[in-house]
């Protein structure tokens, strides 16, 4: 049996602090700010569009966003008046992020994280005003309020940046996610589609949980009998895309490995989107279109009215929920009626 030392607990709790602390300093007005995102993905970085528009207002500039080359910030924020530049974080360049950190002289930086490793280095560079989420030992590098408690270390990214702006005083002016489209990829979407308007099919997946697979896109878009129909993925579907197309037995247009800017113009305008819970949904629940995604292996959550999840009967379960959702049951929630927002 492990026994607690009475005496250690003060120390514990002073290197895992447990409370929130309310904001005691503004963000600097004018100032040039970092605002650090460092979740890789397509979805984590549209999920915090609100967080960063809403520190770009309150500073009254636009911030300089600090990611990783998996989130596709180049491209997928390239018409953002939020965002300034952009710079890369790698993880086997730890030490040259403190470097770019030091040498833009950034008089405050946003950790919209709880790494402690990247509030050392925010630290280590020097930056004078240093905010974050603040939980356990995070909290040694950081020197601006607010911190959030330790009971919000479980909340979803999204909740937990959102948690953190209330707690500053920062208002979003729209707490969901809105991605503008490039006017140069709008022109070309045009060029490309004339007046038609797809039905956008994701097959693109993250993960292989969150795959729906051929056999069953293919299904679902000979029995809905869709009359303009376009796969979406990367470069990594392109197999898929044609295994489908194969299945189906007709034409069927692709856009597989498009520019991010000319998937977002595509996305709206299409008459919906259908497909696996991955960026691409997310991308279109931010331009203004209705998504209807397939949530098999990982629950939804509500953080955009334009997406409708589609769970399996059985529940969600990351080894065979995506195979519990059947076409017929997809088909039955396109033909139901859907709340306009």
Do not use: C
Request: hydrophobic content about 50%; charged content about 15%; proline content about 9%.
């Amino acid at each position: 049996m492990v026994r607690r030392v009475p005496y250690l607990l003060p120390l514990r709790s002073a290197l895992h602090p447990a409370d929130a602390v309310p904001s005691t300093q503004a963000l600097p007005r004018g100032g040039r700010i970092a605002v650090v995102q460092p979740l890789p993905g397509i979805g984590d970085m549209i999920w915090h569009l609100p967080h960063i528009s809403a520190i770009a207002r309150a500073v009254g500039r636009p911030v300089t966003l600090v990611t990783k080359p998996g989130s596709a910030a180049d491209q997928l924020l390239s018409a953002e008046p939020s965002v300034g530049d952009i710079l890369w974080m790698r993880r086997d360049r730890r030490r040259q992020l403190v470097a770019d950190l030091r040498a833009r002289n950034f008089d405050a930086v946003v950790l919209l994280h709880h790494s402690r490793t990247l509030a050392a280095a925010a630290a280590l560079a020097g930056i004078p005003a240093r905010y974050g989420y603040g939980f356990g030992l995070q909290r040694l590098f950081l020197n601006r309020a607010p911190y959030l408690a330790a009971a919000d270390l479980p909340l979803h990214p999204y909740m937990q940046a959102s948690a953190w702006l209330d707690a500053a005083g920062i208002v979003a002016r729209d707490p969901e996610p809105v991605l503008p489209v490039p006017a140069t990829a709008i022109a070309a979407i045009q060029a490309r589609l004339g007046d038609r308007r797809p039905v956008a099919i994701g097959i693109a997946s993250s993960e292989p949980a969150k795959q729906w697979g051929a056999e069953r896109f293919a299904a679902l878009i000979a029995a809905a009998g869709f009359s303009r129909a376009i796969l979406i993925g990367g470069a990594a579907e392109a197999a898929l895309a044609a295994e489908i197309v194969q299945r189906v037995n007709r034409p069927i247009d692709t856009a597989i490995a498009w520019p991010l800017a000319e998937v977002a113009a595509l996305l709206a305008r299409s008459q919906f989107y259908i497909g696996n819970d991955t960026g691409l949904a997310n991308i279109a629940a931010a331009v203004g279109t209705r998504a209807f995604v397939l949530f098999g292996a990982t629950p939804p959550f509500d953080h955009a009215k334009k997406i409708v999840p589609i769970v399996p009967a059985t529940g969600v379960d990351r080894v065979v929920g995506m195979a519990n959702i059947t076409p017929s049951q997809v088909l039955a929630r396109l033909a139901a009626p859907v709340a306009e927002t």
